[in-house]
């Protein structure tokens, strides 16, 4: 998240759409930013908050291109980056 206070509750998922399960298995990541991201991006000049902005952005856009319709994926994008202002990053 970006701010100090901020709070997240990760909550892992499965799916399974067939009756043949072979295996399976689940999993819930989460984790402050990787302080080496944001050194690398601010020692070529960005500020801490556009860093920030450009990592989460980032993980955003490694999910978000897996959606075929791009005016979706557009929309969706925009949204993230309104989020972001709204949060100060």
Same mark, same amino acid.
């Given at each position: 998240? #970006?701010?100090?206070?901020?709070?997240?509750?990760?909550?892992?998922? %499965?799916?399974?759409?067939? $009756?043949?399960?072979?295996?399976? $298995?689940?999993?819930?990541?989460? $984790?402050?930013?990787?302080?080496?991201? %944001?050194?690398? %991006?601010?020692?070529?000049?960005?500020? &801490?908050?556009?860093?920030?902005?450009? &990592? &989460?952005? $980032?993980?955003?856009?490694?999910?978000?291109?897996?959606?075929?319709?791009?005016?979706?994926?557009?929309? #969706?994008?925009?949204?993230?980056?309104?989020? #972001?202002?709204?949060?100060?990053?």
């Amino acid at each position: 998240m #970006l701010t100090d206070g901020a709070r997240a509750d990760s909550v892992p998922n %499965l799916e399974i759409e067939t $009756g043949e399960i072979v295996g399976a $298995g689940h999993a819930s990541t989460t $984790g402050r930013f990787d302080d080496e991201q %944001l050194f690398y %991006l601010m020692s070529r000049g960005i500020s &801490v908050e556009d860093a920030r902005r450009l &990592v &989460v952005r $980032g993980f955003f856009a490694e999910i978000i291109t897996e959606i075929a319709d791009s005016e979706i994926q557009d929309r #969706l994008m925009q949204r993230i980056d309104d989020e #972001l202002v709204k949060a100060g990053a």
